[in-house]
């Protein structure tokens, strides 16, 4: 028996999947450049999708439990914790880098980070 996945959380799921995708996308971009800087954006890059994508797989996971344990649920918000961390920090070097594709990521990434940062406990439990 699955439960009920609230609206906020089934929208964090695919923010976190639309970064994770921008990530990949920008990736290819960023080793284009080949320069140091570039090259250390591309690493970061790698790090907040992966995050992106293992954040929306706890949540996916933990409203699948029909009675997810509120350790379970616990750990779904600080994972949703260190994405916004990583997707804020990205967002801020992909600003630095100033160009158009960088700072639309940036702006996706902003938007990912402030929901993830809206999952709590409560976020996660539907009625």
Do not use: F, W, Y
């Not at 639309?18 to 080793?31: I, R």
């Amino acid at each position: 028996m699955t439960r009920q996945m609230t609206t906020e959380m089934q929208q964090c799921i695919d923010m976190c999947h639309k970064c994770h995708d921008m990530c990949e996308q920008t990736l290819s971009h960023c080793m284009e450049q080949r320069s140091d800087e570039s090259m250390q954006m591309s690493m970061v890059l790698i790090s907040c999708a992966d995050m992106c994508r293992m954040c929306a797989d706890m949540m996916m996971r933990c409203s699948s439990m029909a009675k997810a344990s509120s350790d379970m649920v616990q750990m779904c918000v600080r994972m949703c914790g260190m994405c916004a961390d990583m997707c804020d920090m990205t967002a801020e070097m992909c600003r630095r880098m100033e160009s158009r594709e960088m700072a639309e990521l940036a702006d996706v990434m902003t938007r990912c980070a402030a929901m993830c940062r809206q999952m709590t406990p409560q976020a996660m439990q539907s009625a």
